[in-house]
T-cell receptor, first 114, second 113 residues
Framework: EAGVTQSPTHLIKTRGQQATLRCSPI?????VYWYQQALGLGLQFLLW???????NRGNFPPRFSGRQFPNYSSELNVNALELEDSALYLC?????????????FGEGSRLTVL | AQSVTQLGSHVSVSEGALVLLRCNYS??????LFWYVQYPNQGLQLLLK??????LVKGINGFEAEFKKSETSFHLTKPSAHMSDAAEYFC???????????FGKGTMLLVSP
C-alpha cells in the first residue's frame, strides 16, 4: 500500500514568488493535514481538509491557502513568498479526525526562499 | 487551547542506557496524547498514543509512556537505548473533539556507542 506522497521533494523560489506543493493521501483516507516545520519551531499546524472542505486553519496569514480535490489529494499554495517561509512542509492523512486516529505523514517538501 | 512543552531540545545517552524524554501538556479537558518519531530526511511515524483507560502505554521499538494527570505529563521511556533510536521525537496533544494535533518543538535523541 502506497503511503502519503508529496511533491516536489525540493523547491527553490525567490521572495515574492508563489509556491505550490502537492500531497496524495493514503488510499481510503479522506482527511489531509498540512504542517510547517521550520528550524527550531517544531511543527506548526497550517490547514486541515476533509471531504473537500477546509475544517480548520492554523495561525498563518491568508497567503497560505490550499484545497482538496475530489480524489482527496491536496494542494498547498503560498503566495508572496517571504524568507521566513523557508521550511519543510509536511502533509499527513488519516481516516478520521486526528484526535482519535493516527496521522500518517509524507516525507515532506522542502521549500527554500532566496 | 492546548499546548505541549518538551524539556530539552537535545538528550544524549549511551547505547544501553535508559532513555527518558519529557513532555508536559496543557489542556482544559482530558487530552489525547501522542509521541511521534522523525528519522533523518523522513516524515513522522507514530510511536504510541494515549486515548483513554490504561495510563501506561506501550508502543513500537520498545518505547512506552505513562500518562500522569496530576503532573500533566506524558514522558517517553525506553529501558535500553539502541543506536537506531537516534532521531527527533515529538510529543503531541489533542482535545477530544478538536481534530487537530498540537506538537511540541521536539527533542533530538543522540545515542553514543
Amino acid at each position: 500500500e502506497a503511503g502519503v506522497t508529496q511533491s516536489p521533494t525540493h523547491l527553490i523560489k525567490t521572495r515574492g514568488q508563489q509556491a505550490t506543493l502537492r500531497c496524495s493521501p493514503i488510499s481510503g483516507h479522506t482527511s489531509v493535514y498540512w504542517y510547517q516545520q521550520a528550524l527550531g519551531l517544531g511543527l506548526q499546524f497550517l490547514l486541515w481538509y476533509d471531504e473537500g472542505e477546509e475544517r480548520n486553519r492554523g495561525n498563518f496569514p491568508p497567503r497560505f491557502s490550499g484545497r482538496q480535490f475530489p480524489n482527496y489529494s491536496s494542494e498547498l499554495n503560498v503566495n508572496a513568498l517571504e524568507l521566513e517561509d523557508s521550511a519543510l512542509y509536511l502533509c499527513a492523512s488519516s481516516l478520521e479526525g486526528s484526535n482519535t486516529g493516527e496521522l500518517f505523514f509524507g516525507e515532506g517538501s522542502r521549500l527554500t526562499v532566496l | 487551547a492546548q499546548s505541549v512543552t518538551q524539556l530539552g531540545s537535545h538528550v544524549s545517552v549511551s547505547e544501553g542506557a535508559l532513555v527518558l524524554l519529557r513532555c508536559n501538556y496543557s489542556s482544559s479537558v482530558p487530552p489525547y496524547l501522542f509521541w511521534y518519531v522523525q528519522y533523518p530526511n523522513q516524515g513522522l511515524q507514530l510511536l504510541l498514543k494515549y486515548i483513554s483507560a490504561a495510563t501506561l502505554v506501550k508502543g513500537i521499538n520498545g518505547f512506552e509512556a505513562e500518562f500522569k494527570k496530576s503532573e500533566t505529563s506524558f514522558h517517553l521511556t525506553k529501558p535500553s537505548a539502541h543506536m537506531s533510536d537516534a532521531a527527533e521525537y515529538f510529543c503531541a496533544v489533542s482535545d477530544p473533539g478538536y481534530s487537530t494535533l498540537t506538537f511540541g518543538k521536539g527533542t533530538m535523541l543522540l545515542v553514543s556507542p
